[in-house]
């Protein structure tokens, strides 16, 4: 035993001796952290694992990276804490999800700003997405969106816009009255149209009408319920030198050679979770195509197309860390269980210059059943995530 509660024991590889300590680092409750963080995505993570991360391995003013942000969980927790921040990700949703959050706006303006766009000359409804609103909440909704769209093609678009985006993107369809939407699935998982007609037809129920200006008040209240002066001023520090991208995480140019002190990530783990498809009406409220999507987010069907694809991320992973820095790669547990990555991530950070720090399984009774999406997180009554630490000698 090493610290209270953390075991230290090690595994072999490739000849090298790599330290294992199995704990609980950081918690697995849901609602842990910062309210800011309170946005849905698909397979995202505690804003505790990184928060565990950022403040061993990184001072403020210092680079914070996620190849792979999704929601922008590493990143929102790293300008909370003052460290400058980049993000990656080849959904567009993702950079929309995290720079929203960056300025915090006053909500006196917020209201008023809200009251102006919902004013504006009702927009013909062309879209059938009535199994999902009231036609009134579709045409506020609706009303959004052409505002949205005008405003970034004239390049007018502001914090206070990019905050309602990113309110409304994540209001748009949900299961509790907080959201848009009738009855659905969680947010950060539309459904089909046909699949929400059968949704209706066997909870027999019809979209009743929703307050898009009320509904986005109140979350944006919520999200920023616990925020102080010195976190919002390091939230708009954050926001000057941000750097949000939209790439492959193998080829991220903008970002200069050992540039990075911490990165921390977690990857698309095969082709397990459909972050296109689940992502259809956000990126439909945004006028993103969701096929182009589609075709770029990874989706390896074998465990060795995924390994050629993440072999070229650690290259670059390693070319932008900074000497001396850190790389937290989460590694899934995939086939339920049976197939586990670690030994094969190993070997890629190894193969692209890393040293390998150790290894850390974060254990911890589970408080939610979390067998989602074939990656089983709660085996004998635990949720583990798995992560191997790098160091840039
Ligand atoms: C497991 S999720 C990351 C979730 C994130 N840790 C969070 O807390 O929100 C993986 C992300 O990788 C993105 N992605 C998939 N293929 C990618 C690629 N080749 N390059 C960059 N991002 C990619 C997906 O869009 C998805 O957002």
Redesign the pocket.
Known sequence: MQAAGINRSSIQFKGKRVPVYTGSFWTSKQREGHNLHEIA?????KPSL?KYFIEKYTNEGDVVY?????????VIEAALRGRRIIA????P??AILSGGRLCIPELQALDRRLSHILSGTPVKERHTLSMFYHKHTLNEILLLREWLKKRKLSGTEDALDRWIRMVATNRLTGHSPGFFSVYTLPPNQAVSRERQLLINKKRNQKPEYRDVHALIMKKSRNLIKDLDISTKKYLSQAATSALLIN????ATRQIKNNSVTLVV?????LDV?Q??KDNWLRCWFNDIDVNE?AK????SKTVDAWMQ?MQQ?FFELYRITAKGGHVAF?TGEIHYGKTRLETIVLEMGLHAGFEVDRLMINEQQFTKTANIWGIRNNTHGTNSNRIVLFRKK
């Open positions: 995505y698909r397979a995202c993570f990184p996620d190849p792979f942000s999704g929601r922008g969980t590493t990656n990700d080849v959904n949703i993702s790439s492959d995480a193998a990530t977690s990857p698309p783990f979770v972050y296109a999507i770029r987010i990874t989706m694809k991320v989460e």
